[in-house]
């Protein structure tokens, strides 16, 4: 029997967004599906009203836990590494998935730096995927000027939903971008060429 990994299922998200499929059925939410959501907004709320006063490292650990709690990070590298995940050695993962959160988080606290009245809405309906897990659109609403949208695949994990890839304008696929960039430096360089990307990335965002 055919096992459904991580990068089919991000494979089959992509084919179901990208091929511009009929419409996916929309139900009223269960509260467990867009309460990370929600989680997370509260938090990037609280880390923007700090604002770049705030050290960066202090920012880092006010939103890391969040972060680890919203998002199956060691599924996201999975799946944006791809193939060459299981050639890989448990060392390897470890080192990659290391600089794969503190990129991640880096990147959130760097994007939303400050605060202007920007706000977030999280629908109340999600869109089934027909392989059990659950879309949650949201909008980032600035105080002037036009939304923008993101959608985020949410899978349950251990009995708790958490986000498995996010849609920027409802289909661009963060995984799949991710897969794209890490080909190339795995390519180049192996999986040291990953990390010391990813370190160098969050040093960048965090100003060192």
């Not at 509260?31 to 929600?38: H, R, S, T």
């Not at 390897?92 to 920007?118: E, P």
């Not at 897990?133 to 958490?162: F, K």
Request: charged residues 20%; proline residues 6%.
């Amino acid at each position: 029997m055919p096992i459904t990994t991580p990068r089919r299922r991000a494979l089959l998200r992509l084919a179901l967004f990208c091929l511009a499929a009929s419409p996916l059925p929309v139900r009223a939410a269960d509260p467990a599906v867009i309460g990370p959501i929600q989680q997370l907004y509260d938090a990037l709320l609280a880390v923007m009203k700090a604002g770049s006063r705030t050290p960066f490292v202090k920012r880092y650990d006010q939103l890391a836990p969040t972060v680890d709690a919203v998002f199956d990070l060691p599924d996201i590298l999975q799946a944006s590494v791809g193939l060459s995940w299981d050639t890989l050695s448990a060392d390897q993962h470890s080192a990659m998935l290391n600089a794969f959160r503190r990129y991640t988080i880096a990147t959130y606290i760097a994007n939303f730096d400050s605060f202007d009245g920007q706000r977030f809405e999280v629908s109340p309906d999600t869109r089934a995927l027909p392989n059990n897990e659950q879309v949650v659109t949201s909008r980032i609403i600035p105080a002037s000027g036009d939304s923008h949208r993101l959608d985020y695949v949410m899978r349950q994990v251990n009995g708790a939903w958490q986000v498995v890839d996010v849609l920027a304008d409802g289909t661009i696929s963060r995984v799949a971008v991710q897969r794209s960039d890490f080909r190339r430096l795995l390519m180049q360089g192996g999986s040291a060429a990953l990390v010391v990307s990813l370190q160098r990335k969050a040093d960048q965002l965090a100003g060192g």
